[in-house]
């Protein structure tokens, strides 16, 4: 079977560098695929790209999703992966600064399977991240894979 693989979605390389430092941190052995905007995330998940074998590309086990994204933001990233039948199922976690009411209720309106609010500081950061990181790749049981 395949490393399960994450994507992660962020365009600050702060948050990049600590979600990565967390990822690490917690000892779950992980590839993490980093999109630094919302077109590169479409692309990846999206895209015609194939592997070396002529297979599709293996999706993503987590997409991990910030909203306020350059080129296409967030909520429009999370509109087209529950548009697809390829990538409908994927399990999307939005991890973003934003407290707005709206985007709270834009990214579950549009299928987020969670949304957290990224904490301020890094222990709790890293916290959070290491807690999703054992649920949606330890504990939950995803849908079958389908490319």
Same mark, same amino acid.
């Given at each position: 079977?395949?490393?399960?693989?994450?994507?992660?979605?962020?365009?600050?390389?702060?948050?990049?560098?600590?979600? %990565? =430092?967390?990822?690490?941190? #917690?000892? +779950?052995?992980?590839?993490?695929?980093?999109?630094?905007? *919302?077109?590169?995330?479409?692309?990846?998940?999206?895209? &015609?790209?194939?592997?070396?074998? *002529?297979?599709?590309?293996?999706? /993503?086990?987590?997409? %991990?999703?910030?909203?306020?994204?350059?080129?296409?933001? *967030?909520?429009?990233?999370?509109?087209?992966? =529950?548009?697809?039948?390829?990538?409908?199922?994927? /399990?999307?976690?939005? %991890?973003?600064?934003?407290?707005?009411?709206?985007?709270?209720?834009? &990214?579950? @309106?549009?299928?987020?399977? #969670?949304? +957290?609010?990224?904490?301020?500081? !890094?222990?709790? !950061?890293?916290?959070?991240?290491?807690?999703?990181?054992?649920?949606?790749?330890?504990?939950?049981? *995803?849908? /079958? @894979?389908?490319?």
């Amino acid at each position: 079977m395949d490393k399960k693989i994450i994507l992660l979605v962020e365009d600050n390389a702060d948050d990049e560098a600590l979600t %990565l =430092r967390s990822l690490s941190k #917690s000892n +779950i052995a992980n590839d993490v695929i980093v999109a630094r905007d *919302g077109a590169e995330a479409l692309e990846y998940l999206l895209g &015609s790209e194939e592997s070396g074998d *002529g297979r599709p590309r293996q999706l /993503p086990e987590l997409v %991990l999703l910030d909203l306020k994204l350059p080129k296409v933001d *967030g909520l429009e990233v999370l509109r087209k992966i =529950r548009s697809e039948d390829r990538t409908k199922l994927l /399990p999307v976690v939005v %991890l973003t600064s934003s407290d707005e009411e709206p985007d709270l209720l834009a &990214s579950y @309106r549009l299928g987020a399977n #969670s949304y +957290i609010r990224k904490p301020v500081d !890094f222990s709790s !950061f890293a916290d959070a991240v290491r807690q999703l990181q054992l649920y949606w790749l330890v504990l939950n049981q *995803g849908p /079958p @894979r389908r490319g």
